[in-house]
């Protein structure tokens, strides 16, 4: 197996999924003056290798559905994190979506970044549990899309974003969306959140929360979803914060 250089386009190889990992890194660190943790750059060179999906978007797609992630689906939310929602952006396929559940605001980064099999397990085992909740988007029986609605009591990084405001286990929290490059521009995430909102009745909350970037950035950057779908939904401003808006409109 091999994984082309971002930086150089040298090609490295090595027979074994972590040797491969191990090489990068040494040839990151001989060549590059790279500002990021060991474990970042290897969990880089992996997720080369796992991540086999589609690149291409579709012109057209077939009828979207969206499912809760109940414990039978977290085998296709693996799956779609492993293998398809970060093609074309490897650098960003470690998380599974479990930063906004641990990063805690204002701490400076971590020297080191987790390996990408743990974070996965952490998020899949907090899935379980119901210390998170999020909704899968399919299109022919495939998960193509993903989004974290989660109870803000969940987010470390949103727990507190309103200390004077509703009680956090009173409120879905929508923290990211994900949606694999041959869906894009299909409607995938608006698809996600109509389906929240018109499931959030059934969660016994009071309201539903949106954090979109101050300056948000172009289509998979834009990743914390646009303040305009937001808005034509009814969310409306609570508070504008360093990076990102808090928006809010009741439950159904």
Not at 52 to 68: A, K, P, W
Request: with cysteine.
């Amino acid at each position: 197996m091999d994984a082309v250089c971002f930086e150089c386009g040298d090609t490295i190889e090595s027979e074994t999924l972590e040797a491969l990992a191990e090489a990068f890194l040494d040839h990151g660190r001989a060549n590059h003056e790279w500002p990021w943790p060991d474990q970042a750059i290897k969990n880089y060179a992996e997720a080369t290798q796992r991540l086999t999906g589609g690149s291409e978007r579709l012109d057209s797609i077939g009828e979207i559905e969206v499912h809760r992630v109940t414990e039978k689906r977290i085998d296709d939310w693996r799956y779609f994190f492993d293998h398809d929602a970060f093609v074309g952006t490897p650098e960003w396929a470690g998380c599974y979506c479990l930063e906004p559940h641990v990063r805690v605001p204002g701490e400076p980064p971590a020297d080191d970044a987790p390996f990408w099999k743990d974070n996965r397990d952490a998020m899949a085992k907090r899935l379980a549990e119901g210390l998170a909740l999020g909704y899968l988007a399919y299109v022919d029986n495939k998960a193509v899309g993903w989004v974290n609605a989660s109870l803000r009591r969940d987010y470390t990084l949103y727990r507190d974003v309103d200390p004077d405001g509703p009680d956090p286990e009173a409120v879905i929290g929508i923290s990211c969306f994900i949606v694999a490059p041959p869906y894009r521009q299909h409607g995938v995430a608006e698809a996600l959140l109509n389906h929240v909102i018109e499931d959030s009745g059934s969660r016994g909350v009071d309201w539903i929360e949106a954090y979109p970037f101050n300056e948000p950035g172009e289509g998979h950057k834009n990743f914390r979803g646009s303040r305009s779908m937001y808005e034509n939904r009814g969310f409306e401003e609570v508070e504008v914060r360093d990076r990102e808006a808090v928006l809010r409109r009741p439950a159904t």
